[in-house]
């Protein structure tokens, strides 16, 4: 599986961002995913996942009621609606897929990671 991010970019405070992920490969479908940031000189943190079906998701609370995860199996595209954004969102945040129907909060979990795309919020 081959993920690409795109869809970063500079936004004032309180403005929006939809991120994608296009996944390759027919199995897109049956794997959970999650999307990462990365801000500088921290950690990768977790931030939302979804289960292969889209029926299940689950959010950090630092970002929870601002942000949006969906899928499109059909189209093998992972989506990130990110509302409301904020100064300390301003990351690079990647895309994971993990070949597992379920997902999950850890990083270690994935299997597969796209290269990221830069968000970077003013104030």
């Known amino acids: 599986v081959q993920l690409q991010a795109s869809g970063g970019g500079l936004v004032q405070s309180g403005g929006s961002l939809r991120l994608s992920c296009a996944a390759s490969?027919?199995?897109?479908?049956?794997?959970?995913m999650g999307w990462f940031r990365q801000a500088p000189g921290k950690e990768r943190e977790f931030v939302a996942a979804i289960a292969w079906s889209g029926a299940i998701t689950y959010y950090a609370d630092s970002v929870k009621g601002r942000f949006t995860i969906s899928r499109d199996n059909a189209k093998n595209t992972l989506y990130l609606q990110m509302n409301s954004l904020k100064p300390e969102d301003t990351a690079v945040y990647y895309c994971?897929?993990?070949?597992?129907?379920?997902?999950?909060?850890?990083?270690?979990?994935?299997?597969?990671w796209g290269q990221g795309t830069q968000v970077t919020v003013s104030s």
């Open positions: 994971a897929a993990r070949k597992y129907s379920d997902s999950s909060y850890y990083a270690h979990a994935y299997d597969y």
């Open positions: 490969g027919r199995i897109f479908s049956s794997y959970a």
